[in-house]
């Protein structure tokens, strides 16, 4: 069974700093692995993806993620938080195949102090 | 541009009653999905479809039901509303074979 833990339900930062959400994951094939952010009262945003190619995924808003097979990891950074960066991150996890359903991680709500 | 869209986007209902969630996309992606979302659960699947007259039970699928008669629509029925079922609501779609999912904006949905 695939599974997706985020360590760390809330992570506190501030304006500036480096920003950084866990991600492990669990899976008994390459899996496919994705961030989403959601802002208040809003719908999931696709952030990033990583499917299988570069090791090292960048995506919107300055967030980038690195793909640690190792460490079955996936963990997102960003190196200057901003206050527009506060919100729910969730990480995600596709087994490929003919599999469509995504795996949640539980959500890690990010603030972001002056 | 294409989307998805969800409608009522607010929803206040009483015990018992049967309430429909309506999901619309415009990608003409073939996959769609409904999840719940609540504190401390994250996002759990209720139901899905991977085309029309296809559809699936997720995690969550007691007291819900979907059908899925074209491609753009998956109407999400809650047949008879328990208190329980107070939550978010959001549908999504894909077709990559990575399972990318774009959401749609979320309905709130109170049951009293």
């Known amino acids: 069974a695939q599974s997706v833990t985020q360590l760390g339900s809330h992570v506190s930062v501030s304006e500036g700093a480096l920003v950084l959400l866990r991600c492990n994951y669990s899976?008994?094939?390459?899996?496919?692995l994705f961030w989403y952010v959601q802002y208040p009262n809003q719908g999931l945003q696709l952030l990033l993806k990583y499917t299988s190619a570069a090791t090292l995924v960048k995506g919107i808003n300055g967030f980038e993620a690195e793909f640690k097979k190792s460490e079955t990891s996936f963990h997102l950074t960003k190196p200057s938080a901003h206050m527009s960066d506060a919100a729910e991150y969730f990480c995600?996890?596709?087994?490929?195949?003919?599999?469509?359903?995504?795996?949640f991680g539980k959500g890690t709500l990010l603030t972001v102090n002056p | 541009d294409a989307e998805i869209t969800q409608s009522p986007r607010h929803k206040i209902t009483e015990t018992g009653r049967q309430v429909t969630l309506a999901c619309h996309q415009t990608w003409n992606h073939n996959n769609m999905f409904w999840y719940r979302q609540d504190l401390g659960h994250g996002l759990r699947l209720i139901h899905y479809?991977?085309?029309?007259?296809?559809?699936n039970k997720g995690e969550v699928s007691d007291g819900y039901s979907v059908s899925r008669s074209n491609t753009e629509d998956l109407p999400l029925t809650l047949e008879s509303a328990a208190s329980s079922q107070t939550s978010v609501y959001f549908c999504?779609?894909?077709?990559?074979?990575?399972?990318?999912?774009?959401f749609g904006p979320g309905t709130r949905l109170t049951v009293t």
């Open positions: 479809s991977y085309g029309v007259q296809d559809t």
């Open positions: 995600a996890l596709n087994s490929g195949g003919s599999n469509y359903k995504l795996t």
């Open positions: 999504a779609s894909s077709e990559s074979t990575s399972g990318e999912q774009y």
């Open positions: 899976s008994s094939v390459p899996p496919y």
